[in-house]
């Protein structure tokens, strides 16, 4: 299965966008999934993590009560939408799957993510 993020752009200090990850085969419904960020200089860094089945999730504390992870099974797509963005949140955006499926649970780390979109880059100004 491919990934390919995208939705990023350029927005203002507290204003929202969405991201997008576009998966190539249905598959993607069976897979837990995950949003990364990273930034210039620094390495990539979790932001939020979503089951298989659309119900557990999970976020960084930086990102928490801000941002929201969702799935569309029947789209094979997942988005992240962003609200009250920061500098600091400025960051390429990427995407990331488990090459296994239905795995129970969610991870943080991204050495258990194997499937990885392009990214997207996402620049808040203040």
């Known amino acids: 299965v491919q990934l390919q993020a995208s939705g990023g752009g350029l927005v203002q200090s507290g204003g929202s966008l969405k991201l997008l990850c576009e998966a190539s085969d249905t598959t993607f419904s069976m897979r837990s999934m995950a949003w990364f960020r990273q930034g210039p200089g620094k390495e990539r860094e979790f932001v939020g993590s979503i089951h298989w089945n659309g119900d557990g999730q999970s976020y960084a504390d930086s990102v928490k009560g801000r941002f929201t992870l969702s799935r569309d099974k029947a789209k094979n797509t997942a988005s992240l939408q962003m609200t009250s963005v920061k500098p600091e949140d400025s960051a390429v955006y990427y995407c990331?799957?488990?090459?296994?499926?239905?795995?129970?649970?969610?991870?943080?780390?991204?050495?258990?993510?194997?499937?990885w979109g392009q990214g997207t880059q996402v620049t808040v100004s203040s």
């Open positions: 990331a799957a488990p090459n296994r499926l239905l795995i129970a649970g969610t991870e943080h780390l991204a050495s258990k993510y194997t499937l």
